[in-house]
């Protein structure tokens, strides 16, 4: 049995799809739950009304199942025998109209206690409800940031990379060498970063600044380390990643396959045969 916690009352099912009654403690099982805020004396109440109930339904049942009256000289027969009792098939019906009233009345009895009971749990779902629609909406635009096709990057060193925003005046700064890529989504840049083999980033502080100002214009003050935190596509937004950010099909060209092209295209490619290279997999952070 799963014990309440102070100042909620566990609600279980025990009609299908409906929660009407509290935790029963007599039968040793744990009960899916659905945990609503009450007091102390709105559980008795509810815990006594419930066993009013079954109190009502087992003496409603007692009424269909008791000893039928049989004559002397019919005691110790078998049951068989007693159907062909004159009346016995009136007596029968008799006995299953009443226990259908007690059940009535006593469903009747309790209803005011299991409306007050499915209302608390439908103002807890509704609670619930609203607030993971806002989580939702607060990941989608958080997450429309990091789709925006405004960034980029340029390698620096072997496994370095330096990103910032095209949308961001004074982020792209490049020198005479640098070859800028993108613009893309964050994600898909992600992919290029490891397919280059890129182990470290370098975040240019204007695009910092830019994505902390898009979180306040969203509704989500957030840093660049909480936006982060909460939807950028790789683990640590300073080391590179360590698998595809986007779930993809089909291998894609590796760095060592790339840096083969750039040299072929610069003129300094070695004739040789081209190895597999790291093929990747799939995943994501």
Known sequence: MVKAEEGTIEVAPVLAGSYVVTVRPDEGQT??????????????RWVAARRQLEEDLAHADAALNRPFDRPWWRRGRRLAEVRWLPGYRAELEARANERAALQDQAWERYQPVREEILARVAGVRAVRERAAAMARERQERLTA???????????????????????????????????????????????????????????????????????????????FTEWWAAVG????????????????????????????????ERGTGHHSSYGVGDSGGFGSF
Do not use: M
């Open 145 to 223: 940031i990091a789709h925006r096709q405004v960034w980029g990057w340029v390698r620096k060193g072997r496994t370095v990379a330096r990103l910032f925003r095209y949308d961001v005046p004074g982020a792209r700064t490049l020198r005479k060498n640098d070859k800028a890529h993108g613009p893309s989504r964050l994600d898909v840049l992600g992919d290029e970063l490891y397919e280059w083999g890129i182990t470290t980033v370098r975040w240019n502080a204007a695009t910092k600044r830019a994505v902390g100002a898009d979180c306040a214009a969203a509704g989500h003050p957030l840093t």
């Open 233 to 264: 596509p790789w683990e640590q937004p300073n080391r590179g990643p360590t698998a595809w950010c986007t779930n993809r099909r089909f291998p894609v060209p590796t760095r060592r396959s790339r840096e083969r092209l750039e040299q072929r």
């Open 31 to 44: 009960w899916g739950t659905e945990r609503v805020p009450g007091t102390d004396d709105e559980r008795e």
